[in-house]
């Protein structure tokens, strides 16, 4: 990948589509990972203004360090941005005492998480239509495209999506050029929509490098029966997430009326 070329390309793009939109800044969700870490320097490049929102919710100590200390680093290379913590956990608390109780917690898991990521969607575009900025996405393809690993109307309600044709890998690749801190570089990848420290393998059964090759395989017409021991693993894996999640990737279904019956 030409990296260099890659990051003036999405930069120009950032800038171009925001002037065009007659829009000053962007506001993005930092988290600590390596997805939010590329994307905020990215629109920190265009010059226009940007905010970095913190949002914890019962958040893991290194994760809200990592967080810190990137928008530490925003700050001491590009002067248009700013920050703004806004602890979520008692909102997400109330959130949680409001609703009926349930007989095992564990039923509930997936849905609060998810919960989470919509509180922090919603936070995003307070902040947006406060100061006329636009959302800017954090996900990349294998993600976005590929299984489907994000929060419909959580992470996935964005305004636009910059990293979203690159790879994980390649989102590393650019995050070495850009000069990531360390720490972000080299930790495991994860949500943090959980309260503890499991990482996106943990949760999938897959790395990304295993689902950026079984992405690759699908999209050459590879079946299941193609493969063996661990890649047959990871295949079916892979279309597994593809299909579950299909209702994420694909425009909402609108159930058309024929003429003649309105």
Known sequence: MQTEKVVDHIVN???DYADNAGIGGF????????????TSTLCA??????LC?????HQGKNQVDRANDHINWLQEHFPNVSRQPVNLTPIFDSFVSAMPPVADEEERFMSLANTRARLRMTTLY????????????????????????YTK????GVDL???????????????????IIESIMTAPPTDGLWGDNRTDEDQIGASYPELEWAMKMKDQGKVA???????????????????????????IPVCEIPEGLK
């Open 13 to 15: 793009w950032l800038k």
């Open 27 to 38: 506001v993005i969700g930092v988290s600590g990972g390596i997805d939010s870490a590329v």
């Open 45 to 50: 490049k265009t010059g226009l203004t940007l």
């Open 53 to 57: 929102v913190e949002m914890p919710i």
């Open 126 to 149: 307070y902040f947006a239509a406060l100061k006329k900025y636009l959302v800017a996405g954090t996900g990349n393809k294998v993600e976005d495209f590929g299984i489907g690993f």
């Open 153 to 156: 109307y959580g992470d996935g």
């Open 161 to 179: 999506s910059p990293i979203a044709d690159l790879l994980k890998t390649e989102v590393y690749e650019v995050g070495a050029y850009l000069g």
């Open 225 to 251: 029966a193609d493969f063996e021991g661990r890649e047959r693993e990871v295949f079916d894996i892979y279309v597994s997430y593809n299909h579950m999640n299909k209702h994420k990737m694909l425009p």
